[in-house]
Each structure stands twice: as C-alpha cells, then as structure tokens.
C-alpha cells in the first residue's frame, strides 16, 4: 500500500455544487496534515491544516478520521476559481519532521460553469 | 516582502553540465526544502535543511548536493546533469511547523 493515496481525478463539477475528496495514509503513527492547491504550472500553495476536531474555513471543511487513516476536504458553493489540484499533506514518523513528510499526487478538480 | 524566490525560471542544459538553483526567503523561516515535481509523480523532496549550516536528505537525493550557508539562502546542486533529472523544481521554506510550507514560483529545467 502507497503512503498516501489520492483519486487523481479528474473531478468534474458544476458551479454552486458541493464536492468532497479525500486522501489515505498508511503510516497509523502519522502526526499532521494538510491540504493545499496547486493551480496548473504554479507552485502549491497552503489551503488549511487538518486537526483532529475538523477545520473549517469559509466554503472549505477539512476533517481527518484516524480510524480509518484518511483526511477530507470539502468544498461548498464550487466557484470557477476553485479549478485546481489539491495536494494532501501528510506527515509521518515519531518525530514528525521533514524526514516524514509525504505529499499526495494531487486530485484534479475542475468546476464547470 | 517577496517570500520565496528561485533563480533562474527556466534552464536547459546538455547532459553532463553542472548547474546551480538558488533559492531566498525574507520571511526568517527555520526551514528550508528542495523538491522535484514529475508528472504522475507528485512532489518529492529531494534534500531540506532545519537551519543555517545544515542540510539532510530527502527521498530522492541521489544526483544533488545542497548547501545553506545563510539562513536565508538554499542551493542546489547538480554536479552532473542527466535527462532524468528533468523536471519543475520547486524550494520552499517554513517557519516552526514542516507542514506549513511557502513555496517558490519554481524552475523548469530540461536535459538534453
């Protein structure tokens, strides 16, 4: 199994919708997450941290589930801007540094108007 | 305040070539991080540092070398292009927390 997996997509959705995606990890040990966007040929760039209670912010709910060893992100009301790739962080080992960091391969998400 | 920038935005260098990318961050951040980013590949670190004076290995650290002399500086290396190491490298620093991470505009390189 991957150290962390995501649906590449694409995911192709209407305007106005709501869309939700989410992200495996193996390592049950694994401290911290995130979830960032990367628009296409730009750097990614920080969308929110996971925490154990849920994130939200504005149209964005970020939610991790321990149990089962997945993060999810949520988008509400889908804008046109929100057409992006969204890469999920997640970071492992005891020391939860660099050296267990881990990106996912990124989920395409397209919002169709 | 410019955050994190990277020299040059494109290269193509002929196997064998050696090149320098150079990346700064005005923002005091601790840590810095040079990735590769290959299509069907997502981001994969190549080497990081947690302060001025060191470096570590990434995952993928064969074919690079680094060097943070300045805290605000990250180089790096590639002493010996090949066509492998084409790819969109990114650098990116963060303060305390690895997660949260700023990230360059990134350098397309190609090996012919």
């Known amino acids: 199994r991957k150290e962390v997996e995501q649906d590449p997509g694409p995911f192709n959705v209407p305007e106005g919708a709501t869309v939700a995606f989410n992200c495996t990890y193996s390592?049950?040990?694994?401290?911290?997450f995130f979830w960032y966007r990367q628009d296409c040929r730009k750097e990614p760039k920080l969308l929110m941290s996971?925490?154990?209670s849920g994130n939200e912010d504005g149209r964005f709910t970020a939610q991790l589930n321990r149990a089962s060893q997945y993060i999810s992100l949520l988008i509400r009301d889908s804008k046109l801007s929100d057409s992006a790739t969204y890469l999920c962080?997640?970071?492992?080992?005891?020391?939860?540094?660099?050296?267990?960091?881990?990106f996912g391969k990124g989920t395409h998400l397209i919002i169709q108007p | 305040n410019a955050g994190v920038t990277q020299t040059p935005k494109f290269r193509v260098l002929k196997t064998g070539q050696s090149m320098t990318l150079l990346c700064a961050q005005d923002?005091?951040?601790?840590?810095m991080y040079w990735y590769r980013q290959d299509p069907g590949m997502g981001l994969r670190l190549i080497h990081y540092?947690?302060?001025?004076?060191?470096?570590a290995k990434g995952e993928v650290p064969d074919g690079y070398n680094v060097s943070r002399l300045k805290k605000q500086n990250f180089l790096l290396g590639l002493e010996s292009a090949a066509p492998s190491q084409t790819s969109v490298y990114f650098c990116?620093?963060?303060?305390?927390?690895?997660?949260?991470?700023?990230f360059g505009p990134g350098t397309r390189l190609t090996v012919t």
């Open positions: 540092s947690v302060g001025e004076g060191t470096t």
């Open positions: 390592n049950s040990a694994s401290q911290s």
């Open positions: 996971v925490y154990s």
């Open positions: 962080v997640v970071i492992g080992g005891s020391g939860g540094g660099a050296d267990g960091l881990t």
């Open positions: 923002m005091n951040h601790e840590y």
């Open positions: 990116a620093s963060s303060y305390v927390r690895v997660g949260e991470q700023y």
